[in-house]
């Protein structure tokens, strides 16, 4: 048996996103807040909800509060409201749907490739972002789950 080669460099650290696409722009869900991607079929209406929580959503006996990314994020429905797909997350406790436009894959990039928002990243996206990753040809925004989902998000359409 040979021992580990100790001038060999130490494994680069991943991170691990799942993907989805919200207007035109790429996103990546940090694995650890993802339980599931499904197709949202029966969505109860929330009365007085605000107009960014979509309803709710019973999934396999957890009850989910729906969050329309796009109505969030201040852009237009989408015309095809036919097959509308959802990521669910867990945060605090609580579980929640993501309704988004498209679901991608799973991305491992490396951490230390992170790097901080651009100047000119649009700031709706800015608010909901953690940082950026160079993809050639398109960026990943990072989404700050945290901030995708606290309560006072209305100032991301003004």
Do not use: K
């Not at 945290?146 to 209305?154: G, N, V």
């Amino acid at each position: 048996m040979t021992a580990p080669d100790a001038t060999a460099d130490p494994p680069a650290a991943l991170a691990t996103y799942a993907t989805v696409e919200i207007g035109d722009q790429l996103f990546g869900i940090p694995i650890e807040h993802v339980l599931d991607v499904f197709v949202v079929t029966c969505l109860t209406r929330v009365p007085l909800a605000p107009p960014e929580i979509a309803g709710l959503v019973n999934l396999r006996g957890r009850v989910l509060t729906m969050l329309d990314m796009r109505q969030r994020l201040g852009l237009p429905a989408r015309p095809d409201q036919a097959r509308r797909l959802a990521v669910g997350i867990e945060h605090r406790g609580e579980s929640f749907g993501l309704i988004v436009d498209a679901v991608g894959d799973v991305m491992q990039l490396a951490a230390a490739d992170l790097e901080p928002n651009p100047v000119h990243l649009d700031r709706r996206w800015a608010q909901l972002s953690r940082g950026i990753h160079p993809l050639s040809p398109r960026l990943l925004v990072v989404m700050d789950v945290e901030a995708a989902l606290a309560p006072d998000r209305a100032a991301l359409a003004a």
